[in-house]
């Protein structure tokens, strides 16, 4: 039988074999990404730098010397925009945002959308951080 994650994994392979190179659904490869800094616990993002999530679903990643790795942002419909840690709660590797989950490639963990394990080894969900929108930023508050 094959699961969730096997046609996901075979789907990613498919599109990158027939358009000969990486594109969203493998890994973060091709991902709009913005680099920050942490100022006082909070990246600071102004609206312009965020154009990615203009769109549902739209994904931004955010990093910052100062994070053990990026911040992935997602706009997602019915919830607003959501700030997860890409750093794997099993073991620390990072994360990869696909188009409606996160996997881990070191061992599998799968999780959903908001950090929520989907499928282990992971047992634990990823890190959340919490979102502000002001009319001019957005706020992602690392503390
Ligand atoms: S480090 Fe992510 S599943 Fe093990």
Redesign the pocket.
Known sequence: MSSRRDFLKTLGAAIVTTAGAPLLLNGCVGLATVRAQVDENQIKLNKTEIQALTVPNGILLVKAPQLPGPIILRNLPEVGIVAVSSI??????E?RAMPHSLQ??????EYDELGEVLE???TRPLKRYEVIETPDLLIIKVS
């Open positions: 794997c709660s099993h073991r620390g590797c994360v881990c490639p070191c061992h599998g963990s282990g080894p992971a």
